[in-house]
């Protein structure tokens, strides 16, 4: 008798860590489900043998329509990877509360709806596996990080609360937390981080803050690894039987994370506030 084949559903497949894992997981012989905002990548998942729907996943009645169309078909959903997100870098007070309301829906809100939809079936079947894609920014504070970090932080505090709440429902919940890695999540972010200081204060700490990120993402660097690793480690944490509350990944994410926690604040504030660069080489 073949094996029943499990079900995946990834959020945010367009581009970096969702794109590679839709396409690992198809590979291992999982049925997977992609959605995301650009059309463009869900073509090419698509023609690979995915099934893809275009999907902004802070509107939720068409969120709703499409897990109830994956449910009806596949009658369950083994595992959900809500890997959807941004980054809205800038110090608090430049950012606009329009925005940093935006940073949450689709951080965190979004997120939850989604997860909220999909767990009564998991409950139904006993089992179930739920990994929320975080960040090392979820556990240390960054220079102009604001809303990213703040939004990150309550991904952590979601998982922790889902894991405790599921357990008992045979439900696993785990987060996976990625330090820098060459994504255009990099350029993306210094590029709101540039427009939100501008006419600022904090205008040129901006553009210093903005040109470390540009020089680190674009060129080789030893702080940012490839993206195929978190992309390895969704696979690998979806597919293994017993799984950790946690898993940073990337090189120095651990260090950071100790760092943050045996330094004086004032020592790791001083560090922080040093990833600048002024000009682009």
Do not use: C
């Not at 889902?162 to 255009?184: M, Q, S, W």
Request: proline fraction near 2%; glycine fraction near 6%.
């Amino acid at each position: 008798m073949e094996k029943e084949k499990k079900v995946v559903l990834i959020t945010g497949v367009s581009s970096g860590f969702g794109y590679d894992a839709a396409k690992m997981l198809f590979d291992k012989g999982l049925i997977v489900y992609g959605v995301a905002r650009r059309e463009n990548k869900l073509n090419e998942l698509k023609e690979y043998g995915i099934n893809t729907y275009k999907l902004d996943i802070t509107n939720y009645d068409e969120t709703k329509r499409i897990v109830d169309e994956i449910l009806l078909k596949e009658k369950k959903i083994d595992i959900l990877i809500n890997n959807a997100g941004y980054g809205e870098l800038g110090p608090i007070e430049a950012i606009s509360l329009e925005d940093a309301k935006k940073q949450m829906e689709i951080n965190v809100f979004a997120m939850a709806n989604i997860t909220k939809l999909i767990i009564p079936s998991m409950r139904l079947n006993k089992k179930g596996r739920i990994i929320n894609i975080s960040s090392v920014a979820g556990r240390v504070t960054t220079y102009f990080g604001g809303w990213y970090n703040i939004s990150k932080y309550a991904v952590e505090a979601l998982t922790d609360s889902l894991r405790i709440d599921l357990k008992k429902y045979g439900i696993k919940v785990t987060a996976i937390e990625p330090g820098p890695f060459k994504t255009n999540w990099g350029i993306l972010a210094s590029e709101n981080l540039v427009k939100s200081t501008q006419n600022t204060i904090y205008e040129k700490d901006g553009k210093e803050v903005a040109n470390f990120y540009k020089d680190g993402y674009s060129k080789k660097s030893l702080l940012i690894s490839d993206s195929i690793k978190v992309s390895k480690k969704i696979v690998k944490v979806s597919l293994k039987k017993h799984i950790k509350a946690r898993y940073l990944v990337g090189r120095f994410t651990k260090l950071m994370v100790l760092a943050d926690k045996v330094f004086p604040t004032s020592i790791t504030d001083k560090i922080k506030a040093k990833t600048k660069r002024k000009e682009i080489k």
